[in-house]
Protein backbone atom coordinates (compact mmCIF):
# COMPACT_ATOMS: atom_id res chain seq x y z
CA UNK A 1 0.00 0.00 0.00
CA UNK A 2 1.62 3.30 -1.05
CA UNK A 3 1.99 6.30 1.65
CA UNK A 4 -0.69 8.00 0.17
CA UNK A 5 -3.31 5.42 1.15
CA UNK A 6 -1.52 4.85 4.23
CA UNK A 7 -1.73 8.33 5.31
CA UNK A 8 -5.46 8.46 4.18
CA UNK A 9 -6.12 5.12 6.37
CA UNK A 10 -5.05 7.50 9.06
CA UNK A 11 -7.21 10.42 8.39
CA UNK A 12 -10.12 7.61 8.11
CA UNK A 13 -9.44 6.33 11.63
CA UNK A 14 -8.62 10.05 13.35
CA UNK A 15 -12.26 10.58 12.11
CA UNK A 16 -14.05 7.55 13.23
CA UNK A 17 -12.36 7.40 16.97
CA UNK A 18 -14.20 10.67 17.73
CA UNK A 19 -15.60 10.39 20.98
CA UNK A 20 -17.58 13.74 22.01
CA UNK A 21 -16.93 15.95 18.88
CA UNK A 22 -18.88 13.64 15.99
CA UNK A 23 -21.21 16.28 15.14
CA UNK A 24 -18.10 18.20 13.88
CA UNK A 25 -17.80 16.30 10.55
CA UNK A 26 -21.48 16.22 10.54
CA UNK A 27 -22.41 19.10 8.05
CA UNK A 28 -21.71 19.07 4.74
CA UNK A 29 -18.50 19.74 4.59
CA UNK A 30 -17.42 17.31 6.78
CA UNK A 31 -19.34 15.17 5.07
CA UNK A 32 -17.80 15.85 1.46
CA UNK A 33 -14.33 15.27 3.41
CA UNK A 34 -15.25 12.10 4.46
CA UNK A 35 -16.64 11.06 1.40
CA UNK A 36 -13.07 12.17 -0.61
CA UNK A 37 -11.00 9.86 2.06
CA UNK A 38 -13.36 7.20 1.12
CA UNK A 39 -12.97 7.49 -2.75
CA UNK A 40 -8.78 8.25 -2.78
CA UNK A 41 -8.92 4.45 -0.08
CA UNK A 42 -10.59 3.13 -3.42
CA UNK A 43 -7.82 4.26 -5.45
CA UNK A 44 -9.82 5.72 -8.38
CA UNK A 45 -8.45 8.70 -9.48
CA UNK A 46 -11.22 10.35 -11.69
CA UNK A 47 -14.10 9.28 -8.45
CA UNK A 48 -11.21 11.46 -6.58
CA UNK A 49 -11.13 14.57 -8.34
CA UNK A 50 -14.77 14.96 -8.42
CA UNK A 51 -15.28 14.19 -4.46
CA UNK A 52 -12.28 16.75 -4.71
CA UNK A 53 -14.72 19.30 -5.98
CA UNK A 54 -17.63 18.64 -4.00
CA UNK A 55 -15.78 19.42 -0.82
CA UNK A 56 -13.93 22.38 -2.42
CA UNK A 57 -17.54 23.82 -3.78
CA UNK A 58 -18.79 23.10 0.05
CA UNK A 59 -16.16 25.01 1.81
CA UNK A 60 -16.08 27.70 -1.12
CA UNK A 61 -19.88 27.91 0.23
CA UNK A 62 -18.84 29.15 4.16
CA UNK A 63 -16.01 31.07 2.16
CA UNK A 64 -13.78 29.35 5.46
CA UNK A 65 -10.67 27.14 4.78
CA UNK A 66 -10.75 23.43 5.98
CA UNK A 67 -9.02 24.55 8.86
CA UNK A 68 -11.06 27.23 9.96
CA UNK A 69 -13.94 25.90 9.35
CA UNK A 70 -13.06 22.72 12.05
CA UNK A 71 -12.41 25.08 14.69
CA UNK A 72 -15.76 26.98 14.23
CA UNK A 73 -17.69 23.60 14.35
CA UNK A 74 -15.81 22.83 17.64
CA UNK A 75 -16.41 25.98 19.11
CA UNK A 76 -19.97 25.87 18.20
CA UNK A 77 -20.37 22.03 19.20
CA UNK A 78 -22.73 21.08 21.38
CA UNK A 79 -21.66 17.91 23.41
CA UNK A 80 -21.61 16.07 27.26
CA UNK A 81 -18.11 18.25 27.64
CA UNK A 82 -19.35 21.60 26.09
CA UNK A 83 -22.36 21.54 27.91
CA UNK A 84 -21.22 20.57 31.34
CA UNK A 85 -18.47 22.84 30.90
CA UNK A 86 -20.84 26.11 31.11
CA UNK A 87 -21.91 24.79 34.44
CA UNK A 88 -18.91 23.05 36.05
CA UNK A 89 -15.20 23.90 36.53
CA UNK A 90 -13.48 21.57 34.57
CA UNK A 91 -11.63 20.59 37.21
CA UNK A 92 -14.77 18.99 38.90
CA UNK A 93 -15.67 17.36 35.54
CA UNK A 94 -14.86 13.20 35.55
CA UNK A 95 -10.97 13.13 34.18
CA UNK A 96 -12.27 10.85 31.53
CA UNK A 97 -14.48 13.66 29.99
CA UNK A 98 -12.22 15.86 30.12
CA UNK A 99 -9.46 13.16 28.70
CA UNK A 100 -11.86 12.61 25.76
CA UNK A 101 -12.52 15.81 24.59
CA UNK A 102 -8.60 16.17 24.91
CA UNK A 103 -8.21 13.12 22.25
CA UNK A 104 -10.74 14.95 19.81
CA UNK A 105 -9.40 17.77 20.02
CA UNK A 106 -6.25 16.08 18.98
CA UNK A 107 -7.67 13.87 16.42
CA UNK A 108 -9.61 16.63 14.69
CA UNK A 109 -6.57 18.96 14.56
CA UNK A 110 -4.52 15.90 12.62
CA UNK A 111 -7.84 16.22 9.91
CA UNK A 112 -7.77 19.48 10.04
CA UNK A 113 -4.04 19.88 8.48
CA UNK A 114 -4.99 18.09 5.24
CA UNK A 115 -3.16 20.89 2.99
CA UNK A 116 -3.14 21.14 -0.96
CA UNK A 117 0.26 19.33 -1.41
CA UNK A 118 -1.04 16.18 0.44
CA UNK A 119 -4.55 16.16 -1.62
CA UNK A 120 -2.49 16.54 -4.95
CA UNK A 121 -0.23 13.88 -3.89
CA UNK A 122 -3.59 11.97 -3.44
CA UNK A 123 -4.95 12.92 -6.62
CA UNK A 124 -1.63 11.40 -8.53
CA UNK A 125 0.33 14.65 -8.24
CA UNK A 126 -2.00 16.80 -10.10
CA UNK A 127 -2.36 20.25 -8.12
CA UNK A 128 -5.49 21.67 -7.18
CA UNK A 129 -7.00 24.66 -6.06
CA UNK A 130 -7.00 25.53 -2.15
CA UNK A 131 -8.74 28.01 0.12
CA UNK A 132 -6.26 29.48 2.49
CA UNK A 133 -6.29 30.06 6.12
CA UNK A 134 -8.16 33.72 6.31
CA UNK A 135 -6.09 34.50 9.47
CA UNK A 136 -8.66 34.32 12.13
CA UNK A 137 -7.88 34.26 15.86
CA UNK A 138 -9.61 32.16 18.21
CA UNK A 139 -9.12 30.44 21.31
CA UNK A 140 -7.57 27.62 19.27
CA UNK A 141 -5.58 29.25 16.82
CA UNK A 142 -3.38 30.62 19.90
CA UNK A 143 -1.96 27.02 20.73
CA UNK A 144 -0.22 24.44 18.44
CA UNK A 145 -1.03 21.88 20.24
CA UNK A 146 -5.40 21.81 20.53
CA UNK A 147 -6.04 20.25 23.38
CA UNK A 148 -3.18 22.54 25.45
CA UNK A 149 -6.15 24.80 24.42
CA UNK A 150 -8.91 22.93 26.54
CA UNK A 151 -8.97 25.41 29.37
CA UNK A 152 -9.70 28.78 27.03
CA UNK A 153 -11.85 26.59 25.51
CA UNK A 154 -13.77 25.76 27.95
CA UNK A 155 -13.71 29.31 29.24
CA UNK A 156 -15.31 30.43 25.55
CA UNK A 157 -18.15 27.56 25.98
CA UNK A 158 -19.12 29.55 29.42
CA UNK A 159 -19.15 33.06 27.89
CA UNK A 160 -20.48 32.35 24.45
CA UNK A 161 -22.64 28.68 25.34
CA UNK A 162 -22.87 26.11 21.63
CA UNK A 163 -24.90 25.57 19.25
CA UNK A 164 -27.49 28.65 18.07
CA UNK A 165 -26.33 30.82 20.86
CA UNK A 166 -22.66 30.24 20.26
CA UNK A 167 -23.25 31.03 16.51
CA UNK A 168 -26.00 34.00 16.88
CA UNK A 169 -26.10 36.91 19.14
CA UNK A 170 -29.59 37.85 18.20
CA UNK A 171 -32.31 35.59 17.24
CA UNK A 172 -36.36 35.19 16.76
CA UNK A 173 -38.76 32.91 17.85
CA UNK A 174 -40.89 31.86 15.29
CA UNK A 175 -42.89 28.70 14.76
CA UNK A 176 -42.31 27.19 18.06
CA UNK A 177 -38.17 27.01 17.99
CA UNK A 178 -35.53 29.82 18.29
CA UNK A 179 -34.07 31.03 14.87
CA UNK A 180 -30.55 32.85 14.61
CA UNK A 181 -30.58 36.48 12.53
CA UNK A 182 -27.64 36.16 10.65
CA UNK A 183 -27.73 40.46 10.47
CA UNK A 184 -28.44 41.70 13.60
CA UNK A 185 -29.00 45.86 13.60
CA UNK A 186 -25.29 47.26 13.69
CA UNK A 187 -26.79 50.09 15.83
CA UNK A 188 -24.23 51.29 18.76
CA UNK A 189 -25.09 52.98 22.34
CA UNK A 190 -23.20 55.84 21.03
CA UNK A 191 -25.74 56.46 17.72
CA UNK A 192 -28.59 57.30 20.32
CA UNK A 193 -28.31 60.86 20.94
CA UNK A 194 -30.64 62.43 24.29
CA UNK A 195 -32.44 60.48 26.85
CA UNK A 196 -28.84 59.86 28.64
CA UNK A 197 -30.85 58.82 31.90
CA UNK A 198 -32.83 56.34 30.71
CA UNK A 199 -30.12 54.94 28.65
CA UNK A 200 -28.05 54.72 32.12
CA UNK A 201 -30.72 53.01 33.65
CA UNK A 202 -31.36 50.51 30.84
CA UNK A 203 -27.29 49.94 30.84
CA UNK A 204 -27.53 49.78 34.46
CA UNK A 205 -30.26 46.80 34.73
CA UNK A 206 -28.64 44.98 31.61
CA UNK A 207 -24.94 44.81 33.84
CA UNK A 208 -26.58 43.57 36.97
CA UNK A 209 -28.72 40.42 34.45
CA UNK A 210 -24.31 39.96 33.25
CA UNK A 211 -23.43 40.02 36.68
CA UNK A 212 -26.04 36.78 37.79
CA UNK A 213 -27.91 39.70 39.83
CA UNK A 214 -31.94 39.93 39.30
CA UNK A 215 -32.53 42.30 37.12
CA UNK A 216 -36.04 44.03 36.37
CA UNK A 217 -38.45 43.83 33.58
CA UNK A 218 -38.21 46.82 32.09
CA UNK A 219 -40.99 48.68 30.02
CA UNK A 220 -39.74 51.51 27.15
CA UNK A 221 -42.92 53.96 26.77
CA UNK A 222 -42.99 56.75 24.37
CA UNK A 223 -43.65 59.06 21.31
CA UNK A 224 -42.73 56.89 18.14
CA UNK A 225 -39.48 57.39 16.81
CA UNK A 226 -37.55 58.23 19.76
CA UNK A 227 -35.23 55.82 19.78
CA UNK A 228 -36.48 52.31 22.04
CA UNK A 229 -36.21 49.80 20.28
CA UNK A 230 -32.71 51.03 18.96
CA UNK A 231 -31.68 51.69 22.32
CA UNK A 232 -31.93 47.83 23.14
CA UNK A 233 -30.90 46.19 19.88
CA UNK A 234 -27.77 48.61 20.90
CA UNK A 235 -27.50 46.71 24.08
CA UNK A 236 -26.85 43.33 22.27
CA UNK A 237 -24.02 45.14 20.05
CA UNK A 238 -22.27 46.13 23.20
CA UNK A 239 -22.69 43.48 25.48
CA UNK A 240 -22.86 40.46 23.15
CA UNK A 241 -19.12 38.95 23.94
CA UNK A 242 -20.18 39.06 27.20
CA UNK A 243 -22.47 36.74 26.95
CA UNK A 244 -26.03 38.72 26.44
CA UNK A 245 -28.40 37.27 24.11
CA UNK A 246 -31.49 39.01 22.17
CA UNK A 247 -34.49 37.05 21.33
CA UNK A 248 -37.06 38.82 19.58
CA UNK A 249 -40.80 37.47 20.14
CA UNK A 250 -43.54 39.49 18.18
CA UNK A 251 -46.70 40.07 20.03
CA UNK A 252 -48.40 36.74 18.02
CA UNK A 253 -45.95 34.56 19.63
CA UNK A 254 -46.18 35.81 23.19
CA UNK A 255 -48.57 33.31 23.63
CA UNK A 256 -45.06 30.96 24.06
CA UNK A 257 -43.12 33.03 26.11
CA UNK A 258 -43.76 31.09 29.25
CA UNK A 259 -42.22 27.95 27.33
CA UNK A 260 -39.60 30.15 26.04
CA UNK A 261 -38.15 31.34 29.10
CA UNK A 262 -38.27 27.66 30.54
CA UNK A 263 -36.27 26.77 27.81
CA UNK A 264 -33.59 29.22 28.55
CA UNK A 265 -33.81 28.68 32.26
CA UNK A 266 -30.67 26.18 32.64
CA UNK A 267 -28.47 28.00 29.68
CA UNK A 268 -25.68 30.26 31.05
CA UNK A 269 -25.90 33.38 28.57
CA UNK A 270 -28.09 35.89 29.65
CA UNK A 271 -31.30 37.14 27.45
CA UNK A 272 -33.22 39.63 26.71
CA UNK A 273 -36.65 39.25 25.59
CA UNK A 274 -36.92 41.98 23.25
CA UNK A 275 -41.43 42.82 22.57
CA UNK A 276 -41.64 45.91 20.06
CA UNK A 277 -44.93 47.88 20.21
CA UNK A 278 -46.65 46.08 22.64
CA UNK A 279 -50.47 46.87 23.24
CA UNK A 280 -53.15 43.91 24.05
CA UNK A 281 -56.66 43.54 22.96
CA UNK A 282 -59.47 42.39 25.50
CA UNK A 283 -59.37 38.51 26.27
CA UNK A 284 -55.74 38.52 24.91
CA UNK A 285 -54.05 35.20 25.46
CA UNK A 286 -50.71 37.17 24.99
CA UNK A 287 -52.05 39.45 27.71
CA UNK A 288 -52.11 36.30 29.87
CA UNK A 289 -48.68 34.96 29.06
CA UNK A 290 -46.80 38.20 29.33
CA UNK A 291 -48.42 38.36 32.99
CA UNK A 292 -47.29 35.05 34.13
CA UNK A 293 -43.77 36.10 33.44
CA UNK A 294 -43.70 39.07 34.79
CA UNK A 295 -45.58 38.50 38.07
CA UNK A 296 -43.94 34.58 38.39
CA UNK A 297 -45.67 31.65 39.15
CA UNK A 298 -45.49 28.39 40.99
CA UNK A 299 -42.37 27.97 39.26
CA UNK A 300 -39.34 30.03 40.17
CA UNK A 301 -38.48 33.24 38.49
CA UNK A 302 -35.39 32.60 36.43
CA UNK A 303 -32.42 34.82 36.85
CA UNK A 304 -30.93 34.76 33.51
CA UNK A 305 -34.23 36.34 31.60
CA UNK A 306 -35.67 39.60 31.39
CA UNK A 307 -38.20 40.74 29.12
CA UNK A 308 -37.81 44.36 27.34
CA UNK A 309 -40.37 45.99 25.90
CA UNK A 310 -41.38 48.91 24.22
CA UNK A 311 -44.53 50.62 23.72
CA UNK A 312 -46.37 53.67 22.26
CA UNK A 313 -49.58 53.45 24.32
CA UNK A 314 -50.07 55.14 27.78
CA UNK A 315 -52.03 52.05 28.69
CA UNK A 316 -51.01 48.90 27.15
CA UNK A 317 -54.73 47.42 27.43
CA UNK A 318 -56.82 48.97 25.41
CA UNK A 319 -59.86 50.75 27.11
CA UNK A 320 -63.35 50.57 26.19
CA UNK A 321 -65.77 52.59 26.94
CA UNK A 322 -68.30 49.98 26.76
CA UNK A 323 -65.86 47.95 29.66
CA UNK A 324 -66.14 51.21 31.95
CA UNK A 325 -68.42 49.30 35.22
CA UNK A 326 -72.24 50.28 35.44
CA UNK A 327 -74.40 50.46 38.53
CA UNK A 328 -76.51 48.33 36.43
CA UNK A 329 -73.42 45.95 35.74
CA UNK A 330 -74.40 42.29 37.19
CA UNK A 331 -72.35 40.05 35.13
CA UNK A 332 -69.07 40.71 36.70
CA UNK A 333 -68.98 41.50 40.69
CA UNK A 334 -65.62 42.92 40.45
CA UNK A 335 -66.02 44.76 36.82
CA UNK A 336 -63.86 47.72 38.39
CA UNK A 337 -61.17 45.80 39.46
CA UNK A 338 -60.31 44.26 36.16
CA UNK A 339 -60.62 47.59 34.55
CA UNK A 340 -58.33 48.53 36.86
CA UNK A 341 -56.13 45.85 36.41
CA UNK A 342 -55.79 45.92 32.41
CA UNK A 343 -55.02 50.11 32.74
CA UNK A 344 -52.29 49.33 35.66
CA UNK A 345 -50.26 46.41 33.39
CA UNK A 346 -47.47 48.31 32.77
CA UNK A 347 -47.10 48.38 36.82
CA UNK A 348 -45.83 44.89 36.62
CA UNK A 349 -42.73 46.01 35.00
CA UNK A 350 -40.36 46.82 37.48
CA UNK A 351 -38.58 49.61 35.59
CA UNK A 352 -40.68 52.12 32.84
CA UNK A 353 -38.55 54.25 31.31
CA UNK A 354 -40.22 57.43 29.36
CA UNK A 355 -39.40 59.16 26.36
CA UNK A 356 -40.78 62.09 26.00
CA UNK A 357 -41.09 63.84 21.91
CA UNK A 358 -37.64 65.01 20.75
CA UNK A 359 -37.38 68.96 21.16
CA UNK A 360 -36.08 71.13 18.30
CA UNK A 361 -32.69 71.45 19.38
CA UNK A 362 -32.74 67.63 20.21
CA UNK A 363 -33.27 66.81 17.27
CA UNK A 364 -30.98 68.95 15.15
CA UNK A 365 -28.18 67.52 17.87
CA UNK A 366 -29.11 64.15 16.46
CA UNK A 367 -29.14 64.93 13.04
CA UNK A 368 -25.69 67.11 13.29
CA UNK A 369 -24.22 63.48 14.57
CA UNK A 370 -25.22 61.62 12.02
CA UNK A 371 -24.52 63.87 9.23
CA UNK A 372 -21.10 63.78 11.05
CA UNK A 373 -21.54 60.13 10.89
CA UNK A 374 -22.33 59.78 7.06
CA UNK A 375 -19.22 62.40 6.61
CA UNK A 376 -22.29 64.89 4.69
CA UNK A 377 -20.16 68.25 4.05
CA UNK A 378 -22.89 70.53 4.20
CA UNK A 379 -23.24 74.57 6.19
CA UNK A 380 -24.48 73.86 9.30
CA UNK A 381 -27.22 76.43 8.54
CA UNK A 382 -28.76 75.07 5.36
CA UNK A 383 -28.02 71.26 7.18
CA UNK A 384 -30.35 72.74 9.75
CA UNK A 385 -32.76 74.90 7.77
CA UNK A 386 -33.44 71.40 5.49
CA UNK A 387 -33.70 69.40 8.39
CA UNK A 388 -36.24 71.39 9.68
CA UNK A 389 -38.29 71.38 6.84
CA UNK A 390 -38.15 67.29 6.63
CA UNK A 391 -39.35 67.04 10.03
CA UNK A 392 -42.82 69.59 9.29
CA UNK A 393 -43.14 67.70 5.74
CA UNK A 394 -42.87 64.36 7.41
CA UNK A 395 -43.11 62.71 10.57
CA UNK A 396 -42.36 65.43 12.88
CA UNK A 397 -39.01 65.47 15.56
CA UNK A 398 -37.57 62.14 16.33
CA UNK A 399 -34.68 60.18 16.09
CA UNK A 400 -36.28 58.43 13.49
CA UNK A 401 -37.13 60.85 11.47
CA UNK A 402 -33.39 61.94 11.16
CA UNK A 403 -32.16 59.21 10.63
CA UNK A 404 -34.25 59.18 7.19
CA UNK A 405 -33.58 63.05 6.53
CA UNK A 406 -29.75 61.86 6.21
CA UNK A 407 -30.28 58.54 4.33
CA UNK A 408 -32.14 61.24 1.70
CA UNK A 409 -29.89 63.22 2.30
CA UNK A 410 -26.63 61.20 1.56
CA UNK A 411 -28.39 59.33 -1.56
CA UNK A 412 -29.01 62.92 -2.42
CA UNK A 413 -25.83 64.40 -2.27
CA UNK A 414 -24.03 61.25 -3.96
CA UNK A 415 -26.07 61.12 -6.84
CA UNK A 416 -27.08 64.79 -7.86
Not at 46 to 68: E, H
Not at 151 to 156: C, E, I, P, R, V
Not at 288 to 310: D, H, I, P, Q
Not at 405 to 413: V, Y
Amino acid sequence: MSSSHLSVQFLQQQAASLLLYQSVLEGDVGQAFLQLLETLQQGDSLAGFKAYGRWFRALATYGQSWQDYVIAKILQDANPFSDRVQRQDIQELPPALVAAAKRDLQALQRLSQCNSKQVSEWLTGQPVAWIAPMGEETVLHEYESWEKGIDALAAHYRQRGTGLFARYSALSWQQGQLWGISHPDPVQLGDIIGYELQKEALIKNTEFLLAGYRALHVLLYGSRGSGKSSLIKGLLNQYAKKGLRLIEVTKSNLKDLPAIVEQLRDVPQKFVIFVDDLSFEEDDEAFKALKVVLEGSVTARSRNVVVYATSNRRHLVREFFSERPRPSEGDEVHAWDTMQEKLSFRDRFGLTLTFEPANQDTYLTIVRHLANQAKIDLNPKELEFRAKQWATRHNGRSGRTAQQFIDFLSAELALF
